[in-house]
């Protein structure tokens, strides 16, 4: 059982260090490596190994929600819904971030220039889904203070999801 401890301890802080040192410097691409390495890792860790660490880990966790890679996207909301279950206030400070992710996450990317849904680029219903997961959990964990304000915002994304083609999804 100690192997994914030691593979935790050896491989996420200095993935989460070089983050920290280039956060400035960094290319789009090399920070994406990063975060693409990190949330490969975390997926495969349980919560109880993540837990002394979660601190550090958020913000990371919240900027991979802004990739377009799904896969990246589905792992790191299941580390959210379990992190909005168990400790959420963790999470708690960076409610404003996280609501706004998961609304980017439960739509699917559309093209701007022709209003069309680009499928290499949108997010999948597995994506949508499991951010609906996390969005629902919101409202039950965080002071009513820090939901209010995105009301609005909620109820106009949440009516395009009523009409999602995909029924796990509605």
Do not use: W
Not at 58 to 74: E, H, I, W
Not at 85 to 104: D, K, W
Not at 125 to 154: G, H, S, T
């Amino acid at each position: 059982g100690l192997y994914k401890q030691k593979a935790f301890a050896q491989l996420v802080a200095p993935i989460v260090e070089a983050l920290r040192s280039t956060a400035g410097a960094a290319t789009p691409a090399t920070k994406q490596n990063y975060l693409l390495a990190l949330s490969g890792i975390l997926s495969h860790l349980p919560y109880s190994i993540l837990e002394p660490a979660l601190p550090t880990l958020v913000a990371p966790l919240l900027q991979t929600l802004d990739l377009r890679d799904t896969p990246v996207k589905a792992s790191s909301l299941a580390i959210f819904e379990s992190l909005l279950m168990h400790s959420p206030a963790l999470v708690a400070e960076h409610a404003s971030s996280l609501i706004t992710r998961l609304l980017n996450c439960t739509a699917p990317e559309t093209s701007k220039a022709e209003g069309k849904t680009n499928a290499n680029n949108a997010n999948s219903a597995d994506v949508r889904a499991r951010a609906l997961q996390c969005l629902a959990l919101v409202p039950k964990q965080f002071k009513r203070e820090a939901v209010v304000p995105f009301r609005r915002l909620i109820v106009k994304r949440l009516s395009g999801v009523l009409d999602d083609g995909r029924r796990r999804v509605r």
